[in-house]
């Protein structure tokens, strides 16, 4: 740490301006840097990173912590170096904040390694263009929008539909079937959930193999816009020098860009369409385009995307799906009718999804089911007001099969085992993809829907039904 004793004349400056978050200082010297990290007030508590330099003495900053009392004359110290995290294999298993200071109880991190936030995404040169699947051992995932092995999806939904719980379950997936690291960041959501994630880390002895990072909603802007390279620089440093792949999960990405939007705001700059920064698309690339893999690892990106009720022409959403190999939908039609996961299964989509990456059955399984539960769809209308007797066989078979698809492709959580009750199932996609053909082709024609409803693999219908 810094300290008055050990900077000289040049690091001082002094608070010229205090208007909430956004904090002007006057340097005689030496004008820090952008991106400097400054500190102030007792014990160098308040943190500042320079934005902008308005003259050739005074820089604009935005305060990472509350600013309680800070004033004008206030002393400044430029610490001449940016915002930086702590890296290694040390960090398994703990809690941090947008500082790299450990939240969890648990003992300080003193020395090691610690790297800027502020990271160059690696060349294209470096980049692996091998397309592999990630499987997740979510049934409707695998089956219909599979992941991309260094790639990034997005979990887009509304408040409520189960964002937060389908990443949860990722991760407890990811830790039991592959031999990656996860790495949660929180991006101003709950404090509650954040307590929630980390003690059931904790019971399910997947903690080990996680590192959480939060920004919560109860933090300043420039905190929360800044969690997100926070946590990159920790997913790099497992991806290029302990060579592993990582899993990274962010809830949620909205909140990045709302951060941003605060940001902007606080700094004067013009809004640009429905109130958001005019920069959106440039903070959200330099981002996302870090997320990627190499020959050394890769780094698979998860992101939970909120959508301004309910409306995927929001400019966030916009903007998100151009970086997405997968994009998976959740619906708040299907979560009030208890198909849970609720992932639309018509709107969700992937590029990985082609005969030459995912192979000629999965594709053909894939295509079959869209087509079968679009065609139950169409036929909705007809069966509220007519009745299903009045649909010719053929549509009628049609029906059928969609509604047992609908009820297969749900799935118990080990994330939710305590609320309702059923023991989380882990299905590989070779068992997905075979239990759909076979009710495709209609072998389970004489069972009762209900006993193709919250299952693992399709060899379960029978003990259930």
Known sequence: MYTHQMANENQFGKVISVRGSVIDVRFCECLPELYTQLKAGEDDKIIIEVVSHVSDQIVRGIALTPTSGLARGSTVINTG??????????????????????????????GGEWRSIHQASISLSQQSTKSEILETGIKIIDVLAPLERGGKAGLFGGAGVGKTVLITEMIHNMVSQHSGISLFCGIGE???????LYREMLSAGVLDNTVLMFGQMNEPPGARFRVGHAAMTMAEYFRDDARQDVLLLIDNIFRFIQAGQEVSGLMGQLPSR????????????????????????????????????????DPAAVHTFGHLSASIVLSRKRASEGFYPAVDPLRSSSKMLTPRIAGKRHYEIAQSVRQTLANYEDLKDIIAM????ELSVNDRKTVYRARRLERFLTQPFFSTEQFIGRAGKLVSLSAALDGCERILNDEFSEHPEAALYMIGGIDEVGVRS
């Open 190 to 196: 709950r404090n509650r959930e954040a307590e929630e």
């Open 386 to 389: 007519l009745g299903i007797e």
């Open 274 to 313: 429905v109130g958001y920064q005019p920069t959106l698309s440039t903070e959200l690339a330099e981002l996302e385009e870090r997320i990627s893999s190499s020959a050394k690892g890769a780094i698979t990106s998860v992101q939970a995307v909120y959508v301004p009720a309910d409306d995927f022409t």
């Open 81 to 110: 170096h940016t915002l930086q995290v702590p890296v290694g294999k040390r960090l398994l298993g703990r809690m941090f904040n947008v500082f790299g200071d450990a939240i969890d109880g648990k003992e300080i991190l003193n």
